[in-house]
């Protein structure tokens, strides 16, 4: 196996502005998930009335120094929204596993992309590898499902703005599936 690192299979570069929108990438490479840190990071900068710049910061990534969170998980970092900060902690048990699911990280990542590109489809044609997100479409299901399991279950939790934590309720969720460039990843939880 090669490893973990997909930035350059997906992405022609690392950074790509588009009208009022900034989307920044940054990978942590792995080639070897016991002993090296992974992370795939997608920030998304949106400016908003022409002064207000929202950021959704989102991630697969693990720590092994970290205490708290040592296992690989999703991370969504919704400040600006009023959210505040969300770990799902991954199924992971070998790098086939951290692999699937980096890929359906990327597949959400990627419909994201395309639905708020422009008409003339920049982002498709000058950022994206759209060859290789069709070849993995689909598999975003997996983290989807993840998520919703998780929900009924009890066990997403947020970090509030007051540094809280708490479960996710429903009027979280409501104020997720306000935000276009995070929704995607929840869309299986019905409110």
Known sequence: MKGLKFLHEFFTKKKYEL???????DERPSFDIKSED??????????VDEVDIYYRDMAIEDHHNQIKHQK?????KLHADGVGHIH???PVNNAK???KYILSFLDIIGSILIEIDNPKKELQKNFMRIENFKE????????????YKQYQEGGLKLLTLEKEERKINE???KKIKQIP???PFFENIWS
């Open 97 to 99: 596993d951290y692999k």
């Open 88 to 90: 799902i902690f991954l």
């Open 136 to 147: 993995i479409e689909g598999m975003g299901n997996n983290i989807k499902n993840l998520v």
């Open 181 to 183: 460039q995070i929704s």
């Open 38 to 47: 992974y992370r795939f990071r997608v920030k998304i900068a949106e400016v």
């Open 72 to 76: 690989p998980h999703l991370q969504f």
């Open 171 to 173: 009027d979280d969720v």
């Open 19 to 25: 009208e009022n929108t900034a989307i920044t990438l």
